[in-house]
């Protein structure tokens, strides 16, 4: 895990965060500059992996009670009084494998237990993303529901990670 630091995103980090986030669709939705800067805007924590070449991954999350438009975050919010919510996670294609998930995961557990009780998430199964959900499993975390979206074509496990 040497040769990236982590700190606190800031908003020169938006285009950069943006193309990575894009980057990474279908794992994500793909967004605009304007609905980046609001999901930022209302975020308890947002923090980037860089490098001398720029910005390897982020993560960013929003605390329950905010009025999110998340048809996830909602769903998370009718069954949990109190929680951060995991919105969106990359890492760049040029630093898969060399711990960055891992040392983001770590320190946003470690911020978060400060604050929260558990972290909310959602992986996709359709499209299917087994990685990630190998990942969150190593990671500690449980699935605690299943949301199909109209469509058919969709699909997310809903996981949490206790953290107290």
């Known amino acids: 895990m040497s040769g990236f630091a982590l700190r606190p995103g800031?908003?020169?980090d938006a285009a950069a965060v943006l193309a990575l986030n894009n980057a990474?669709?279908?794992?994500?939705?793909?967004l605009s500059a304007d609905t980046l800067a609001?999901?930022?805007a209302m975020s308890a924590h947002y923090t980037v992996a860089e490098d001398a070449e720029g910005i390897l991954g982020f993560v960013i999350c929003i605390p329950s009670g905010r009025s999110y438009w998340s048809d996830n975050y909602n769903w998370f919010g009718e069954r949990f009084d109190a929680f951060l919510y995991l919105d969106r996670v990359a890492v760049a294609a040029r630093a898969q494998r060399r711990g960055i998930?891992?040392?983001l995961y770590d320190d946003l557990h470690a911020r978060a237990a400060e604050r929260w009780p558990r972290i909310a998430l959602e992986v996709?199964?359709?499209p299917p993303n087994p990685g990630s959900v190998a990942f969150h499993a190593?990671?500690?975390y449980s699935g605690?529901?299943?949301r199909e979206y109209n469509d058919g074509d969709?699909?997310?496990?809903m996981f949490t990670k206790e953290l107290r």
Request: aromatic share 0%; net charge neutral.
């Open 38 to 40: 609001q999901i930022v």
């Open 10 to 12: 800031t908003a020169a």
């Open 24 to 30: 990474s669709v279908p794992h994500v939705n793909e």
């Open 101 to 103: 998930g891992r040392a």
């Open 144 to 146: 605690v529901g299943l």
């Open 138 to 140: 190593a990671m500690g």
């Open 154 to 157: 969709n699909a997310v496990e």
């Open 124 to 126: 996709n199964l359709r």
